[in-house]
């Protein structure tokens, strides 16, 4: 197959997608795919002829622009097939707000509000400490700040507030940071094998989620046998609420024999650190054949609709 990864962009996850999509490259060639590396700019809109001579474009832009809905507008406006969900659930899933509002009646959310400067100190004055203060819409843990004081509330709100117009208050609930990672296979939804991590950090930060050795990594997840299949469930409602494809991510915390929704993640890194990988491998599926995998349900996703059901049938 003549394949593009899109890769690089604009956003603050600008390195993470980078070697996100170089490994992905790399698997797919080692698999007999031509491969193109395409680094993706807002000038993007002037190569979508060039764009269209390619079977399937693996989408692996983290954050604004790539992850927000905007890139696959562009690319379903003149239909190209790409790999990961649709405009509607990128746009929602991107924005934290929006995403809780959608899952609220599935799974239990730490409690929250939405702070401008508008409603700036009233929402603080209000909050009980500690909290969290992280961006209504970025990914990779980007902006994330865990406040132990009003002092320290109000200097991240600020500093936050100066980079975004909206930032989000949650709720700080202590206890197992985990990640749910969910794949199609055959167009359907398969849960992969619960994910626990403990970081030797505060939290799963940015730091923490890139640098080799800042995190323990146990699969399966140490939470016990109900809580495991409490949780999975729940996982798997949220991935068809939303609407998501081919891959995603939902991350959370177990307190008390309960799991906390904190996010989802439309496109999760590809690194050789990253989450989903390391759930596929448990799951027994090497990322060679993960990434194969991702490209075959695009394909099919998409062809389907013009009557075209299998690769086979696009190479005889």
């Known amino acids: 197959m003549q394949i593009a990864v899109l890769m690089g962009g604009i956003s603050r996850e600008r390195e993470i997608s980078l070697r996100s999509g170089k490994r992905i490259a790399q698997a797919l060639r080692r ?10 700019g807002y000038d993007i809109i002037y190569d979508l002829g060039k764009l269209k001579t390619y079977d399937v474009l693996f989408n692996i832009l983290h954050g604004t622009f790539g992850e ?19 405009v509607e659930t990128s746009v929602v899933a991107f924005d934290k707000y929006l995403c809780n509002l959608l899952v609220s009646d599935l799974v239990n959310i ?19 400490i500690p909290c969290v203060v992280k961006p209504r819409r970025e990914g990779s843990s980007i902006g994330i700040h865990i406040c132990y004081s009003i002092e320290e509330l109000r200097k991240f709100a600020r500093m936050e507030l100066k980079k975004c117009s909206e930032v989000i208050l949650q709720e700080y609930i202590k206890g197992t940071e985990i990640t749910i990672s969910v794949i199609d296979i055959d167009s359907r939804p398969i849960v992969l094998p619960i994910l626990e ?36 469930k729940t996982a798997l409602n949220i991935y068809k609420r939303l ?32 989450d989903l990988p390391m759930s596929a491998k448990a799951y027994g599926i090497e990322f060679e054949e993960l990434v194969n995998r991702i490209v075959l349900e695009a394909y099919r996703d ?15």
Do not use: W
């Open 31 to 40: 698999s007999g795919h031509d491969v193109d590396e395409i680094d993706v």
């Open 68 to 86: 927000d809905g905007r890139i696959q507008a562009i690319l379903d406006a003149v239909g190209i097939p790409y790999t990961g969900s649709g």
């Open 110 to 128: 730490p409690r929250y509000t939405m702070i401008t400067e508008n409603n700036y100190e009233e929402a603080i004055e209000d909050f009980e």
């Open 197 to 232: 991590i403990r970081p030797k950090k505060e939290f799963y930060d940015y730091e923490a989620k890139y640098t080799d050795g800042l995190t323990e990594f146990i699969i399966p997840a140490q939470i016990g046998k109900m809580v495991t299949e409490m949780t999975e």
């Open 243 to 274: 609407g998501c494809k081919h891959f995603a991510r939902i991350d959370g915390i177990v307190s008390n024999n309960m799991f906390y929704f904190l996010e989802v993640n439309t496109l999760p890194g590809m690194t050789d650190l990253s």
């Open 302 to 316: 998409f062809h389907s609709k013009i009557g075209v059901s299998s690769i086979e049938d696009k190479q005889s």
